[in-house]
């Protein structure tokens, strides 16, 4: 019984194969305003697709920090401010077949996920100074996102909001209330 995919033909097991290449370690991350919106970046090289910001996770580098450096180097938000909520444990995805090819050597991300408030103006992040991965940004409902992302990553992005919607929620009736007592 293998842990992985058995390939069959014709009903018979031809061989089990276990991917070895590792989970590139990664963040995601989550930007949300006061109306319950989260930030999401329409892909350059897929136009009408759109997703959260991400990026590789650099060695001795926390994953908050990461979060912060690739949130600044995919949308141009230096963004300094407290972090809403963590994802303490991993999500994982495997990678399709057609990746980059510097991304071959990996099986597929696993991500941990940081979320933040921001409630700015987009048209104040500049992506002529970015990386190029967004061709432009927009406000969405999480589960909108959901719905349209890769098919590999639909199984996180539906932990993300399952899990998040709810924080989200969360943290908006907080700050409310808090902004109410003053």
Known sequence: NC????????GAD?????DE????KNVGIVVFNAQGLVLAG???????SFQLPQGGLDEGESAVDAARRE???????DFRGAVAFEFMNWLQYDFPAEVPSHLKKYRGQ?????FFYWDGDLNSLDLSKSCGEFGRLAWMELGELVKGIAEF???VYQVLYDTGRNFIR????ERDKRANAK
């Open 3 to 10: 842990e992985n995919a058995c390939l069959k033909r014709a």
């Open 14 to 18: 031809v061989s089990c194969m276990v």
């Open 21 to 24: 290449r590792p989970y590139r």
């Open 42 to 48: 329409e892909r350059t090289d897929r136009p009408g």
């Open 71 to 77: 949130l600044r180097e995919e949308t141009c938000l």
């Open 110 to 114: 696993k991500q941990r996920w940081i």
């Open 153 to 155: 990553k639909k199984p």
């Open 170 to 173: 969360q943290h908006l009736a």
